[in-house]
């Protein structure tokens, strides 16, 4: 290969450079060239000027493109990743030979940002608690000045709390002992305390209980039998009352906050106009008698001084199975990722989408958001779903008109989908599509490889070589390229409102 040639002006070298952009495709021409020359065995061409090479090097690191560890003709450039306003490089080594080598130690994430001042990311840490994504412009301009008038009647009503706390343990004669009653007040402030800690941390799942609203539901009422076992349980100790009150009270608010934050997108879902606050006043006054029932029927039988253990036993049954009856019934018209799994499943296995009704009824309650995923993963990171530099560029081509790309983890028996920076809520609707896919594929081949190798005990699964994946991709990118439109419109026939897909795919981006 001729050396290249760079033009420069009489002045100085320096005044090639006259853009931010021109300055940046030199950079990239200067690596990509240095690593086809490192694995040229042809004899090296002479080097250019040092005042360009000592320019590049210097404007490139000012740009924050390149870092020390691409300055090495061993390594490639291979993906750019954003999370979190964070973006990080991957680089790969290559052999000498031009091959890149393989295992988990071939790829290099390397972060293109500088330490985050502490005072900022202290500030960043705070708002991810007290302000709703995308703030400011995700709420109406009231929503400052409200949250500012609500703090502070929670202030003063906190303070007041302690107060007739200590009042009323005094006017019911809780001892004659001066000192005992201001202890009591102390303990019982303290697990109130606690138990608002506790909201306020699971106050910052924010999205989780629109992406998953039956499942949280139905998590918080676990969570609030558990607190009520929790308290019948200072009884039988009653020198540890204080932690076992704390964390009764912690289990019983994060259940409050849970029920408080799905009650309106369940009351939503009634609504068929707008009458979303008659539906809520009614729903709550309905709550409201029942609870008075309840109130007055565990009265009389505490005058029967019953069994402690075969009560709560009976009632918490009865708690737990109404609750889980509760959250089936509701219909809802979004697609989450168990609702979304149930009509993909359906689509693939017999070619219709399943109805409002039926979908909801087959999603899995029990499917609680911080369990691991599943074997599909949406908006994965980079370093996730790709054992070597390799298998990446065998399978990028095939996604270079889309705005996401899916692939299969062998190591991890995993199909990860993973979404490039100007993805919109029908590129990740349709990622999602093509996991399943791809994922259905597969399994169909597994189970295709087990019956005609019989001597194979309980048809276990068959890794994968890097031919039979591209092979299973290609193959679904045929699929979805087909069926995808099929798909949504038979959705749409179904009822499901597809522009408001609630797949809470993770925050990686590729660009």
Not at 129 to 138: I, L, N, S
Not at 174 to 199: E, F, H
Request: glycine letters at 8%; aromatic letters at 10%; one cysteine or more.
């Amino acid at each position: 290969m001729a050396p290249i040639k760079l033009k420069q002006a009489p002045n100085s070298a320096a005044q090639t450079l006259t853009t931010s952009q021109d300055a940046r495709l030199l950079v990239r021409e200067t690596i990509r060239i240095s690593a086809n020359l490192a694995s040229s065995s042809s004899p090296s061409p002479p080097s250019a000027p040092s005042s360009v090479s000592s320019l590049v090097t210097s404007e490139a690191r000012n740009l924050g493109f390149v870092e020390e560890q691409f300055i090495d003709s061993s390594l490639r450039l291979i993906c750019c990743e954003e999370i979190d306003g964070r973006r990080w490089k991957y680089v790969a080594e290559n052999d000498g030979s031009g091959r890149f080598k393989k295992g988990r130690g071939s790829i290099r994430a390397v972060s293109l940002q500088t330490p985050q001042d502490p005072v900022d990311e202290l500030m960043s840490f705070i708002r991810s608690y007290v302000v709703p994504e995308g703030f400011p412009d995700t709420v109406s301009p009231s929503y400052v000045p409200y949250m500012s008038w609500r703090a502070l009647k929670h202030f003063f009503g906190g303070a007041m709390g302690v107060f007739t706390t200590q009042t009323l343990l005094n006017s019911v004669g809780v001892s004659r002992n001066r000192a005992m009653p201001g202890a009591v007040a102390i303990n019982w402030i303290l697990k109130d305390g606690a138990g608002r800690v506790g909201k306020m941390l699971f106050s910052r799942q924010g999205k989780k209980f629109d992406y998953d609203l039956k499942q949280l539901r139905f998590a918080g009422d676990l969570l609030m039998e558990l607190g009520a076992g929790v308290e019948l349980a200072t009884a039988a100790v009653p020198h540890l009352f204080l932690p076992l009150a704390c964390a009764a009270n912690v289990a019983k608010n994060v259940g409050a906050v849970t029920s408080t934050s799905t009650r309106t997108p369940i009351y939503k879902a009634f609504a068929k106009g707008e009458n979303i606050g008659d539906v809520t006043a009614k729903g709550e006054c309905v709550g409201n008698i029942a609870d008075l029932l309840g109130t007055s029927l565990s009265i009389m039988m505490s005058k029967r001084n019953p069994s402690l253990v075969a009560t709560f036993a009976l009632l918490s049954c009865g708690y737990l199975f109404s609750s889980y009856q509760e959250v089936r019934s509701v219909v809802l018209h979004t697609l989450n990722r168990a609702r979304f799994t149930v009509a993909v499943e359906s689509f693939l296995k017999t070619g219709r989408v399943p109805s409002l009704q039926e979908g909801n009824m087959k999603e899995s309650i029990f499917n609680f958001p911080w369990l691991k995923d599943g074997p599909i993963v949406i908006g994965s990171r980079f370093k996730d779903a790709f054992q070597d530099p390799g298998s990446y560029l065998s399978i990028e081509p095939l996604f270079e008109k889309e705005r996401y790309l899916v692939t299969y983890n062998p190591s991890k028996g995993k199909v990860f989908a993973l979404l490039r920076d100007q993805a919109k809520s029908d590129d990740i609707l349709k990622a999602a599509f093509h996991a399943h896919v791809l994922l259905h594929c597969i399994r169909s081949w597994n189970k295709n490889q087990s019956f005609s190798r019989k001597h194979q005990e309980h048809g276990s699964n068959f890794m994968p070589t890097t031919t039979d994946l591209e092979a299973h991709i290609a193959e679904s990118c045929k699929m979805v390229s087909i069926s995808y439109g099929i798909f949504k419109s038979k959705a749409v026939e179904q009822g499901w409102a597809m522009s408001e897909s609630l797949l809470n795919p993770g925050r990686a981006r590729l660009y």
